[in-house]
């Protein structure tokens, strides 16, 4: 089959590899679509993990079940998320396999799904492997992941309705944490980004106030639309010094800042700047599959205006240099 393979830095290969062989505890999937990830970016741009096959954020059709897998049958449109536990740490001499410090995860360690078919281990109904309501496209499918990881940020956060909550950086996650903010009916989302594309968006996805970074000073603009408080909750997405620094200033006392953007470089900062304002820094890594599907079929969120790009597998080269280059970018999905 064909898969695209990470060589080296800025170096993806679309080549033929074996077909990959369903175990007891598997499934196997024929990926329908595959979105381009900023964390795959974050792999992609080093010189690191050769041999990678990416995409974690996928939808298809499931082709093959494993002998030990109960109430997965062929034919189901699924989205899925596959994982690995290491059987040697802690967790997992424990039994407790779930909390497994060293998981190797589906499009990094394991081969993901831009491929025509990909293997998900240890397939688990409603666990790990996700049928698709008949109101979601493929296309939904495939952005159940980066929606689910908006959502399971912000529930962290407990909103309330009559609160200011700012989103700062645009990509898919700040645009689906809009989307979310505003399902929960938290009244006033205030956002900052950069590329125009993603600006219009962040107004379709019904901020209250945009504001174009590029142009302007974000923290200033948003301390003067709070009369000088500052927000109750930031959710900071763009995971650079600059985003992290007015975070922390934008936050009013007793307010939190979620750091869901991955940071490339180590931060530098000052504590007193936390501590004097009372924050809490919160940490979020993690997914919420159930309640990014529930949210698609509602209608309460939308895939479809996040979507700017379609590639086929064999262009998976280009896919990268796009998602990472075009302005026009916001998600691009490969289509084997
Ligand atoms: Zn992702
Ligand atoms: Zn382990």
Redesign the pocket.
């Known amino acids: 089959m064909k898969a695209a393979v990470l060589y080296g830095e800025k170096d993806i290969k679309v080549q033929d590899i074996p077909e990959p062989v369903c175990e007891p505890h598997g499934v196997i999937i024929k990926v329908k679509l595959c979105g381009v ?3 795959d970016l974050h792999v992609y741009k080093r010189d690191e993990g050769k041999g990678t096959i990416f995409g ?2 996928f939808s298809g059709d499931i082709v093959e079940v494993g002998s030990a897998v109960q109430g997965i049958t062929p034919g189901t449109r699924v989205t899925a998320v596959g994982f690995s536990p290491c059987g040697k740490c802690y967790w997992c001499q424990k039994g407790k396999s779930h909390r497994c410090s060293d998981m190797a995860l589906l499009g990094y360690q394991l081969p993901g799904a831009m491929a025509e078919y990909v293997h998900v281990p240890f397939a688990a109904l409603g666990r790990n492997v996700f049928p698709l309501p008949e109101e979601l496209t493929y296309e939904d499918g495939a952005s159940v ?2 929606l689910s ?1 908006s959502y399971f940020s912000i529930n962290r956060a407990q909103p309330k309705e009559d609160e200011v909550v700012a989103v700062i950086g645009l990509g898919v996650i700040g645009l689906y944490s809009i989307q979310v903010l505003k399902a929960m009916g938290v009244a006033k989302v205030l956002t900052s980004g950069r590329r125009p594309s993603r600006l219009d968006a962040a107004k379709n996805c019904g901020a209250d106030l945009v504001i174009d970074a590029a142009k302007e000073d974000a923290a200033k603009i948003i301390m003067e639309a709070t009369g000088n408080l500052g927000v109750n909750t930031v959710i900071e997405c763009a995971g650079k010094q600059e985003t992290f620094d007015q975070s922390v200033a934008i936050a009013r006392g007793g307010g939190k800042v979620m750091l869901v953007g991955v940071y490339e470089e180590p931060l530098k900062w000052d504590p007193i700047s936390v501590l004097a304002k009372n924050l809490t820094l919160i940490g979020c890594l993690g997914g919420n599959f159930p309640s990014a599907i529930e949210l698609l079929k509602s209608g309460k969120a939308k895939a479809k205006g996040m979507i700017t790009h379609f590639f086929p597998l064999e262009e998976a080269p280009q896919a990268f240099k796009a998602q990472l280059q075009d302005p026009q970018a916001i998600k691009i999905m490969i289509k084997p």
């Open positions: 990830c900023g964390s974690h954020e992941e980066p990881i």
